[in-house]
């Protein structure tokens, strides 16, 4: 049977064929000349951004991306492929697939219960190895409770982030800064799988094309719904804004609390950890980087 990477191998080489013959469009990330040169003419502006809209609904089944690396995370590959210049398709619609995240999305009722099966039986084990008995009444149902929240948890691997923008892609002639902040996150540190939770704000300065604000929300929950690092996950929220509608520029602040910190180890109680992620103009231009930062302090 061909194995996943084979078959992701075999849907890239396809992507990559045809964006050859179609002349794809342009990776240019960071530094769009119009952030310096303010916005196209109106009489042009409106016909470009439709234009645009169009190419985005069409490509939209084929929306994801991955390193150029490989399956893997982003913390694998270099800056600038964190920055979007050294993205590939995905095949599957999927950002930043895992190894096994294409058998889990396309998996059938049948498939699902027996990998819960597998997870039941795998905490029954752990509860006996910390020397508790998995049969008295209170742990009963606990190996069954826990394996269907832990998907639950990490419902993110199942989600194309195609279906996640569900077209909100809107035309629009705004070239001032978007802003959502105070989004609540809440996601598994991939070190000790226990939570983190915090809130995060994400701001993109427009290209014609305007993303609907519910969407930043639900490509934030996307990712968090996966086993993450903080780090990660601040830079995985900003390339997608970034890949979705190409805007002149992404900046996305995030503050949380890592249980792994409060209740084991070092256990300090009140520790917040802040990260950031600037692309585009956010990253090259300290007057817009300043006001974001302002805004989100208010």
Known sequence: ???????LSNGLRKLELQQSET?????????DPQS?????????SSSSANASRLSWSQAREGYGFR???GISTPLTVSSRAMEGSSLLPDPHGLGWPAKSTVSRLNETTTDRAAREKIMVSAVRTILECIGEDPNREGLLKTPERFAQAMMWMTRGYEERLADVINDAVFAEDHDEMVLVREIDISSLCEHHLVPFTGKVAIAYIP???????????RIAETFSRRLQVQERLTKQIAIAVQEAIKPRGVA?????THMCMTMRGVQKPGSITVTSCMLGCF????????????LIKR
């Open 67 to 69: 390193p150029a690396s």
């Open 252 to 256: 996305v602040v995030m503050e949380a």
């Open 23 to 31: 002349n794809p469009r342009s990776n240019d990330q960071d530094g």
């Open 207 to 217: 290209n014609q094309l305007v993303l609907g604000l519910s969407k930043l929300a």
């Open 283 to 294: 990253r090259t231009q300290q007057k817009t980087r300043e006001e974001f930062l302002t």
């Open 36 to 44: 310096e040169n303010g916005p196209a003419p109106n009489n042009q």
């Open 1 to 7: 049977m061909t194995s996943h990477v084979e078959l």
